[in-house]
């Protein structure tokens, strides 16, 4: 798994055994948030319209974390303890 991986499954999981801060490099963040977006940009259309708009609004969702990660100079924990 590569780390751009690590951070999607970790922004999508249970954050409760974080006991430790985390940081990431700017250019993995920008680099996950690029990936995002060009999921977001081609879409889910050959999904059913109802998990359309489920993966449409998580992916959204992690794109908001990832720059609220950003924001937080790449503090995975920062934003983790943030959101409990």
Do not use: H
């Amino acid at each position: 798994m590569n780390k751009i991986d690590w951070i999607l499954v970790f922004l999508i999981s249970d954050y409760s055994n974080l006991n430790q801060e985390k940081y990431l490099l700017p250019e993995e963040v920008a680099d996950c948030k690029q990936k995002i977006q060009k999921i977001l940009d081609i879409g889910f259309n050959e999904e059913p319209l109802e998990s359309q708009k489920r993966l449409t609004n998580l992916f959204k969702y992690i794109l908001e974390l990832l720059m609220l990660i950003q924001d937080n100079n790449c503090n995975l924990s920062g934003i983790v303890y943030g959101l409990k």
